[in-house]
């Protein structure tokens, strides 16, 4: 079954959104993983956004994504990495249709409140980066297939 990385971004937890976000993909039929609030360091965040480095937002990324705690969520279902992006909405939000988390929730591209993997093989370095084996739990979920046809 395929994974997918989310972080509620600083802006989310500071805003009282971390139940909001999370219920959008909950009710989505994605079954949880992993999941932990914590405070990133500049070194994870500095891996995290590794692909950004050089461009001129990357040092205003990072020290956004490290200026509070975040909220990380390992996601399972099928096509995860492009059923949590359709969730997110694009990147810049004033672009991300009404019913996107940052279509609804945000204005600004350097207050998008979510990350969320872009590839199959993205997801699955970034869920190595942020989480450890032992921090991932698969279970089998009771409505399971009344959400995926062969669970
Ligand atoms: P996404 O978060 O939708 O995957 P991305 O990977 O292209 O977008 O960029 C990572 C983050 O960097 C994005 O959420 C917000 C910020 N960002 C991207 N492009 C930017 C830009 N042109 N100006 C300012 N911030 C930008
Ligand atoms: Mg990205």
């Not at 891996?47 to 937002?57: C, E, I, L, R, S």
């Not at 969730?87 to 004033?94: E, F, K, L, M, Y």
């Not at 998008?112 to 997801?123: F, G, I, K, R, T």
């Amino acid at each position: 079954m395929e994974r997918t990385l989310i972080i509620v971004k600083p802006d989310g937890v500071q805003r009282g959104l971390v139940g909001d976000i999370i219920n959008r993909f909950e009710r989505r039929g994605l079954r949880i993983v992993g999941m932990k609030f914590m405070q990133a360091s500049r070194e994870l965040a500095e891996k995290h956004y590794a692909v950004h480095q050089g461009k001129p937002f990357y040092e205003g990324l990072v020290n956004y994504i490290i200026s509070s705690p975040v909220v990380v969520i390992a996601l399972e279902g099928t096509n995860a990495v492009a059923a949590s992006r359709k969730t997110v909405g694009a990147t810049r939000p004033n672009e991300a249709e009404a019913g996107t988390i940052r279509g609804d929730y945000a204005l600004e591209v350097g207050r998008n409140l979510v990350h969320a993997s872009d590839s199959v093989d993205n997801a699955a370095a970034e869920i190595a980066l942020w989480f450890t084996a032992s921090e991932l739990t698969s279970w089998p979920r009771n409505n399971d297939p009344w959400i995926f046809e062969k669970p």
